[in-house]
């Protein structure tokens, strides 16, 4: 039985959502502005698991995510994809033109960009947290101030929903990985998704080569990311996802890559959430 999680982000937060469909609604939560300290609350043994955001289907990856976890030696245990609906939220008794600020999370203001181009008072100002700047706005009952958030931060921080669904593209989707220390204990016959990092040496047409191996083992590539090797300029770690039918086919991939790639890793294997 899970205690309790790391997420990025306050209660009201998207992590916090996940954290609630995934482990249950009454789950408890160690909240953390960055996902620096998410991993450090997993690694120093405050919680047994973590929650992080690794792509959305508008904004791409989150590339220093898959650093962390890689640096730190994590395992991906599961996967959750969740509809992320941004809302415009205030103090009672306003309206979008009393509105002359609007704070939020990178991600969140990117995704919501085409919106704001209707209201060009409102200046935009990037923040840590969706849901922490909803908490500010009624902690300090900022007015002519909203932030970009959940309905749950609505209701958790008593604040009016201005405007809903401002995203601009309406199916915005982000991916997000269950992390713990140690490898999953999952059955095998249960597992048909993992995911590997491997590197190559810079000749032509290796990476072609890897992924005829996965094509010939049937698996089915359903992510790709590099990664620049810092210390090493103009090499490239790849980021690889996978999905199978059968595990004995991705073991034998995994035999036939650890001959032909550069510190093949596994970083996890765990249940497909689209499947």
């Known amino acids: 039985m899970i205690k309790t999680v790391a997420i990025q982000g306050i209660k009201g937060s998207f992590h916090h959502i996940v954290s609630q469909d ?45 650093a962390l976890i890689d640096n730190y030696n994590l395992h991906i245990v ?10 415009l ?30 209201y060009p008072h409102i200046k935009l ?7 922490d700047v909803a908490k500010r706005i009624q902690d300090k009952k900022l007015k002519g101030v909203a932030a970009i958030a959940s309905r749950l931060a609505a ?8 405007a809903e669904s401002i995203q601009t593209i309406k199916h915005n989707e982000t991916r997000f990985a269950i992390v713990k220390q140690n490898n999953s204990e999952i059955n095998k016959a249960e597992i048909n998704k993992a995911s590997i990092k491997f590197e190559l040496d810079h000749k032509r047409g290796s990476l072609a080569a890897i992924l005829n191996v996965l094509s010939d083992c049937k698996l089915n590539l359903t992510k790709i990311q590099s990664l620049p090797k810092i210390e090493t300029p103009w ?3 790849f980021f690889v996802d ?31 959430a689209k499947k």
């Open 89 to 118: 939220m205030a103090l009672p008794n306003q309206s979008i033109e009393d509105i002359k600020e609007v704070y939020s999370h990178p991600m969140a203001l990117l995704q919501c960009k085409a919106f704001f181009k209707n």
């Open 125 to 131: 100002v990037e923040d840590k947290d969706t849901a």
């Open 78 to 87: 599961g996967e959750h994809y969740l509809d992320i609906q941004h809302n």
């Open 242 to 272: 996978v999905t199978f039918d059968d595990y004995k086919d991705f073991d034998k991939a995994k035999a036939i890559l650890e001959i032909m790639a550069t510190h093949l890793k596994v970083l996890g294997e765990y249940k497909n």
């Open 235 to 237: 090499l490239y770690a």
């Open 22 to 66: 995934y482990f249950g609604e009454h789950t408890a939560v160690n909240e953390c502005l960055s996902f620096d300290e998410t991993v450090d609350a997993l690694l120093s043994g405050k919680t047994e698991v973590a929650i992080m955001a690794l792509e959305n289907s508008i904004a791409g990856s989150i590339i220093p995510n898959y």
């Open 155 to 162: 209701s958790i921080f008593e604040l009016d929903i201005l």
